[in-house]
């Protein structure tokens, strides 16, 4: 439902003013290498724990590594990919 074009004309005649709002820095921000919350008088300070790095590093991989898993299924599944897996058990279960 569209107002009248009366209160239309009385709201776009009002002055516009620029209103400035600023907000405050964060205490803390996430390491760009690890995603720890660190504080930033430390920023400078900070070393990231290897499992840590590691976890985040998976998790910004994440869609990249669905999309892996799909294609080896996908591989797995085709005549190249059958037979591969057929000749990756033959050597594997052949005497030394």
Known sequence: MRP???LLRRVCALPFQYVSVSF???A???CS???ASVARVEDGVHECEH???LSYQVFQLGEEILRFDAQLAA???SLG???DVWYAERER???A
């Open 75 to 77: 591989y797995f599944d």
């Open 4 to 6: 009248p074009a009366t």
């Open 51 to 53: 499992e840590r790095w």
């Open 81 to 83: 990919g059958r037979f």
């Open 33 to 35: 290498a690890c995603g």
């Open 28 to 30: 803390y921000m996430p």
């Open 24 to 26: 405050p820095e964060p």
């Open 93 to 95: 279960n052949r005497p």
